[in-house]
């Protein structure tokens, strides 16, 4: 079955650290682009950072310009999982993340994990 589940949500303080995971099943993750996306109370989903397939040349990440330098996406080939470690978080950070994958032409979701930022 191919599939991505996503873990590592829960609770954390203003400040604080998590890091999300993403393991991918029926594909690898080096062969495809993979992305993290989130959706807060009230908004529409949006793309918090991604990194492309891998090549010769490596890979590249992006961010959204809300994130940059706090987050940062990686990816782990031996484990078949991709990576999202979110540090300095903010309550405005709250959201429900998603694990986005672009294998062989077809679109994967999770199911998404809930990150909330509270004190």
């Known amino acids: 079955q191919v599939q991505v589940v996503e873990s590592g949500g829960g609770l954390v303080q203003p400040g604080g650290s998590l890091r999300l995971s993403c393991t991918a099943s029926?594909?690898?993750?080096?062969?495809?682009?993979m992305s993290w996306y989130r959706q807060g109370p009230g908004k529409e989903r949006e793309l918090v950072a991604g990194?492309?397939?891998?090549?010769?040349?490596?890979?590249?990440?992006n961010y959204a310009d809300s994130v940059k330098g706090r987050f940062t996406i990686s990816r782990d080939n031996a484990k078949n999982t991709v990576y999202l470690q979110m540090k300095s978080l903010k309550p405005e950070d709250t959201a429900v993340y998603y694990c986005?994958?672009?294998?062989?032409?077809?679109?994967?979701w999770g199911q998404g994990t809930q990150v909330t930022v509270s004190s």
């Open positions: 986005y994958a672009k294998s062989r032409g077809v679109d994967y």
């Open positions: 029926g594909f690898t993750v080096s062969s495809a682009a």
């Open positions: 990194i492309s397939v891998v090549s010769v040349y490596g890979s590249t990440a």
